[in-house]
């Protein structure tokens, strides 16, 4: 909402500089996002006024106001005119191709002189052309001095109109005319505040609106405007009926006739301030209905009452007759955007006999609205039930001022107000007679709100102790009614607001009315006094954030990955011709981009696609942890079961000038890393065993087993899958392991050894079994084997030649031997060793390498 | 006899100072001091000698062997300091030269900033409670006071499903009344007589249809807030979160409270903190207007604490959220919010 501050001042009276009203303004719930100075200095520090600050200051020496004389022909230019000008005790000329000034060119001097803004040389202004601040030099023009330029509204940055320069028109209460030479600045100079109205607060998308919250925070007394209105006409009752079908939807209904106006267009200071206030002023009668929408935030439809005669003759009757309801079937209206609507079946209809006028609320239909040949115009103010405009709105994808405020509740009171200030200000404006009596359709009473609150109810709530004369104070400057009785205050809502409930909702809406202007920065800082609740483990976050920190530990960097993809994206990650993932994907109805339109399934595509995103690195180790999301039968929520996908490739280290080559990492640098996850999270019975899977190369696949349960699989990437992304390496590890379930395998508790002070014996034991035996295979059988006296086995070297014949291979293990309670002698560590390799022969058909 | 012992105890002195290594310590060691020395000779011939020069020589011989051995210790100690002195300028590095990288992983800055906000808020009491993802329209919207088509939604612009009434969740919000209702009702859902109080906090992802720029986020992380008791005041409010933003931004952090609107409380605010950077004075990161907004809050409306299944007439409490990327951002100079999600590990490896 934008606020001119003069427009304000008509309402209130402002004392405070407008650094502290904006402050006050923004603390108060009313955000003032933005400033702009028209023609008035800017503050010296625009920052700390928190709000976007624009504008261009008119110097008061050089940007005055001035009169036109005279305008005279050029004489060497036919589409340029003089026009001698009077500031004051001096006299200039300026050279103007302003078309709005030829219709006075040789008509000697004007017996109405025309007041205008004049810039004299050096003023600063707006280039038109190239709309940069440009300053005012004087030039010979075709032969003639301009010594002072006449500006539009686009050189003084009021508006882009560049048609005309700016013809003030004879003075008026709102904008009386000052003496020729006096600054511009001070005849119209001003100050637009840009509030942020939210959604609760329609109330303030007004100008009355935001003067009644300044009255309220200030102190200062709220004048509201006259709605006394001349009517003489014959009575209106006779000239319009009205039937409200749904009188849910439509609640009101008000009309008065103004007959014998005539449509031109509005004096300047209207235009002026419907300009500063965003809109644009179109004519007389439009201009006043948005007038007083941003005056009093009624919305007002004007509609032209001899189209209606028309339609309702057509139709048989000689009075219109306005009827609001459904639409029928099929039903559509043009509207003044010039769309031609289809109309759903819940949007509410202003029509009559004929048809469709207006979409009620939102916006008027094009064959009824107001042209320049109208002469009676029906004004119409109703109200109207705001969820439903707003679902038609949205439904129709139109917005409109008054679909705006309609939508967020503009209360039944306010009909007849905004109707009676508005015509009696397009009677004056526009001429005519106004019919005697507004028409008024109310068959559904609007009941104000009445709370009852106790007093000690603000202490409770907001933790201080409001003296009971300002809470009063507080809820009268908003205009609601306060009744003090005893210990309790009996409050009714004011008729301009529709967002005050009752009962316990309406003592928290009033605590916000009651803290906001009384001032949050009043409200002390407490500690809470009720008793900490019952603190619960939450062993699912703990665990899961020591498996990030686990896996940092191991030298990975977690990432964190959109959820949103797209089935192709994740079907990369699998070798081409597998089957896709059958479950549904969570959908997005209408997604922002294509590329993000479904909730991942997987996480492991994710995370290779920010190895593409790195493929300029040498190598590099990532991981992430977060959910994937999983459509079920018959369940509108899909299941979000947390996943652990990680990813290796590249060199393991950073070359450095004191090492060789780095190694590039491989399958068993990933298992290392997840042997290290395992170890640390001391998980027990862990298998590790050859997998196939679509992702992985199908001999370079292992499956991850803990207590019999599978927590995933890992591996080097298939050279397909490689290939889908465009990454440098040669290889890509990759791990996807469901989470939960891994959590679930981590043990309580887990014991820890005794130190033996008794020395550990250390034996090497080269075996030589066949290629098909695996390392688990013969790490198992040694442990068995060797009994409790092997206290670690270590593989350190594995090895295929011909020295150990066709289809076998080496393992050599380092077996350390102790026991807690004594000092090994060579003969039970060689009755051990004597064991360790009968089983070796037996068991796997090996042998000891001599 | 006495004057030849006194000659060779001269020579193997000047002697001893010509040695120059540990070989020729040796060398000296066995010509002067050995078997075959002249010293162990004279104490050979001993008995030779008449009983009254006996004691003199015997005493001046073992007197010159004491000597000429401590004069080998110290001739040992000079040469050691000599050669270590001599490798130790062999051995001298180029300190400057840059250390061998060791490969370290890190935390997500999300993932980081997160943790330090659980940790303040856990020693307040407040316990994280995290819930789904993809949520019902009830949850997200209806329940927490906004009805349908009710134009607060407007502020929040919402990715929705294919399937009906469900969508992402805009806020962790839906997660306040889970945990009011999970504390509100047993099992099978009847009413508990006087339900604990509630002190959580409410982390996790959401997402906004908006146009990811520089500024804006499709999905962001959020942390949100809730304290309910029976005498929860908005003077708790002030105080409580004034005290998390002297835990996260320093001690000397000064906080301010704006009216706003948010349909799941009432009163509203939005928490500003004085600029952590320029400490009120203006910067660049607070375009220097010396605050920053950090957070949402408010009292919990009513209508939410009766959904939650807290009866609002002898409950209140408040809530609040932030944006842990916002902060992020905030701490450290981030200028583009695409760069959580980019995850270009130059932009990550620096936390």
């Not at chain 1, 407008?18 to 702009?36: D, N």
């Not at chain 1, 002072?148 to 004879?170: K, N």
């Not at chain 1, 369940?635 to 393991?652: H, N, W």
């Not at chain 2, 997200?140 to 607060?152: K, M, T």
């Amino acid at each position: 909402m934008k606020v001119p501050l003069r427009w304000l001042e008509d309402y209130v009276d402002i004392s405070l500089p407008i650094e502290e009203l904006t402050r006050k303004l923004t603390f108060a719930g009313l955000e003032v996002e933005a400033l702009r100075y028209v023609g008035l200095p800017l503050p010296e520090n625009p920052e700390r006024l928190e709000a976007k600050v624009a504008g261009l200051e008119w110097d008061p020496e050089t940007v005055v106001v001035g009169e036109v004389v005279e305008v005279r022909p050029h004489p060497d230019a036919d589409r340029l005119v003089l026009a001698d000008l009077r500031l004051g005790t001096e006299q200039l000329t300026s050279v103007t191709g302003a078309p709005n000034l030829f219709p006075y060119r040789g008509q000697g001097p004007l017996a109405e002189p025309l007041t205008v803004a004049v810039a004299l040389p050096g003023a600063r202004l707006i280039d038109s052309k190239t709309g940069e601040p440009r300053r005012f030099e004087p030039a010979t023009i075709r032969g003639t001095l301009s010594a002072a330029m006449i500006c539009s509204e686009r050189e003084l940055d009021i508006s882009e109109a560049h048609e005309g320069v700016i013809l003030f028109g004879p003075g008026s209460a709102a904008l009386e005319t000052p003496e020729p030479g006096t600054p511009l600045a001070d005849f119209i100079g001003d100050v637009v505040l840009d509030i942020a109205v939210t959604p609760n607060m329609v109330r303030t998308a007004s100008i009355v609106g935001v003067a009644r919250e300044v009255a309220a925070l200030t102190g200062s007394e709220l004048r509201l405007p006259s709605l006394d209105v001349e009517m003489t006409g014959p009575p209106t009752a006779d000239m319009i009926r009205i039937d409200i079908r749904r009188p849910d939807l439509n609640p009101r209904f008000t009309a008065t006739l103004l007959d014998g106006i005539e449509i031109g267009p509005s004096p300047y200071w209207l235009q002026l301030r419907l300009l500063l206030a965003g809109m644009r002023p179109i004519s007389n009668i439009v201009d006043l209905t948005n007038y007083v929408m941003l005056e009093l935030g009624q919305p007002l439809h004007a509609f032209d009452y001899d189209v209606l005669v028309e339609r309702a003759r057509a139709s048989g009757s000689e009075v219109p007759t306005i009827i609001t309801r459904m639409p029928d079937p099929g039903e559509r209206l043009e509207t003044l955007d010039g769309v031609d609507r289809a109309i759903d079946d819940f949007t509410i209809l202003v029509t009559d006999e004929m048809g469709a006028l207006a979409l009620g609320g939102i916006m008027g239909g094009g064959e009824s609205e107001i042209s320049d040949s109208t002469t009676r115009v029906l004004l119409e103010a109703a109200a109207w039930n705001f969820i439903n405009i707003r679902r038609s709105t949205q439904a129709q994808q139109l917005s409109s001022e008054a679909g705006y405020r309609f939508s967020r509740g503009v209360h039944p009171a306010d009909a007849p107000r905004g109707n009676l200030r508005a015509i009696e200000l397009m009677r004056q404006l526009a001429g005519g007679t106004v019919y005697q009596g507004l028409v008024d359709v109310y068959p559904q009473p609007h009941h104000d709100s009445v709370v009852e609150m106790p007093f000690g109810e603000v202490e409770r709530a907001l933790g201080i102790e409001i003296p009971r004369e300002e809470v009063i104070r507080i809820l009268e400057a908003l205009e609601f009614g306060a009744l003090d009785d005893g210990d309790m205050l009996r409050v009714t809502a004011p008729d301009h607001r529709l967002d005050i409930g009752e009962g316990v909702i309406g003592i928290a809406d009033l605590m916000e009315e009651i803290s906001r202007i009384y001032g949050y920065e009043r409200i002390p800082e407490t500690q809470i006094e009720d008793a900490i609740p019952p603190q619960k483990g939450n062993p699912e976050l703990e665990t899961e954030e020591a498996v990030r920190d686990l896996l940092v530990d191991l030298g990975l960097q977690e990432v964190v990955t959109y959820r949103l993809t797209t089935p192709e994206r994740e079907a990369r990650a699998r070798k081409t011709g597998s089957e896709p993932d059958a479950r549904p994907f969570v959908e997005l109805k209408k997604p922002i981009s294509e590329d993000r339109r479904v909730m991942r399934h997987e996480l492991l595509p994710s995370v290779l696609e920010i190895a593409e995103t790195n493929a300029r690195r040498d190598g590099l180790a990532i991981f992430e942890i977060g959910q994937v999301f999983l459509a079920q039968e018959g369940e509108d929520l899909p299941e979000e079961p947390r996943r652990l996908a990680i990813v290796m490739a590249g060199l393991g280290e950073r070359g450095n000038w004191s090492r060789g080559e780095p190694k590039e990492l491989d399958f068993y640098d990933l298992k290392g890393t997840l042997d290290g996850l395992a170890e640390d999270l001391h998980l027990e019975d862990c298998v590790f065993e050859a997998a196939e899977h679509p992702t992985f190369h199908p001999g370079r696949c292992a499956r991850l087993r803990v207590g019999g349960e599978e927590i995933g699989v890992f591996g080097e990437l298939h050279p397909r899958v490689r290939a889908a992304y465009d990454v440098p390496f040669a290889r890509v590890l990759a791990a996807d392991l469901d989470l939960e379930k891994l959590q679930a395998a981590i043990p309580e508790r887990y014991p820890v050894h005794g130190i033996s002070s008794f020395p550990p014996v250390v034996e090497d034991l080269a075996l030589v079994v066949d290629d098909g035996v695996t390392a688990a295979a013969v790490e198992s059988c040694i442990s068995r084997a060797a009994g409790d006296l092997l206290r670690a086995v270590e593989l350190f070297d594995h090895f295929r030649g011909e020295q150990i014949g066709e289809g076998k291979k080496s393992l050599a293990y380092r077996l350390t031997y102790q026991s807690d309670d004594r000092t090994l002698t060579d003969q039970e560590v060689a009755a051990v060793r004597q064991q360790v390799v009968a089983a070796v022969e037996q068991q796997l058909g090996g042998r000891l390498r001599s | 006899m006495l004057e030849e012992i006194n000659q060779a105890e001269r020579e193997a002195l000047e002697a001893l100072e010509a040695v120059g290594s540990n070989d020729e310590l040796q060398a000296w060691r066995s010509l002067h001091l050995g078997k075959k020395s002249q010293l162990k000779q004279q104490l050979k011939n001993l008995g030779r000698l008449s009983p009254e020069e006996r004691p003199v020589v015997g005493k001046r011989t073992h007197e010159i062997r004491q000597r000429l051995e401590a004069s080998l210790d110290a001739r040992r100690d000079e040469l050691e300091a000599a050669r270590i002195e001599a490798s130790l300028a062999a051995e001298a590095l180029d300190v400057t030269m840059p250390g061998r990288p060791v490969r370290r992983g890190r935390l997500h800055v999300s993932t980081r900033t997160l943790r330090r906000i659980y940790a303040i808020w856990a020693e307040m009491g407040f316990q994280v409670y995290r819930s789904r993802d993809v949520e019902s329209d009830e949850y997200n919207f209806q329940l927490l006071n906004f009805p349908r088509h009710h134009p607060a939604r407007e502020m929040q612009d919402t990715f929705h499903t294919t399937t009906d009434d469900v969508l992402l969740r805009t806020h962790t919000s839906p997660g306040q009344i889970r945990v009011m209702r999970e504390n509100a009702f047993d099992a099978d859902g009847t009413p508990r007589a006087d339900p604990d109080p509630i002190r959580v906090i409410l982390p996790g992802m959401c997402y906004r249809y908006e146009q990811i720029t520089a500024r804006s986020e499709i999905q962001f992380n959020q942390v949100e807030g809730l304290a309910v008791g029976r005498r929860i005041r908005m003077s708790d409010l002030k105080g409580t979160l004034t005290d998390f933003a002297r835990r996260m931004f320093g001690q000397d952090t000064r906080t301010r409270f704006r009216c706003s609107h948010f349909p799941f409380t009432e009163p509203s605010a939005e928490m500003d903190i004085e600029c952590f950077l320029c400490g009120g004075e203006g910067c660049r990161v607070c375009k220097h207007a010396g605050w920053l907004e950090i957070l949402g809050c408010g009292m919990v409306h009513p209508v939410v604490l009766a959904n939650g299944g807290y009866d609002p007439t002898v409950y209140s409490g408040f809530a609040f959220g932030m944006g842990p990327e916002r902060i992020a951002m905030l701490r450290h100079g981030i200028e583009d919010i695409r760069q959580f999600w980019a995850n270009d590990l130059r932009f990550l490896e620096q936390f």
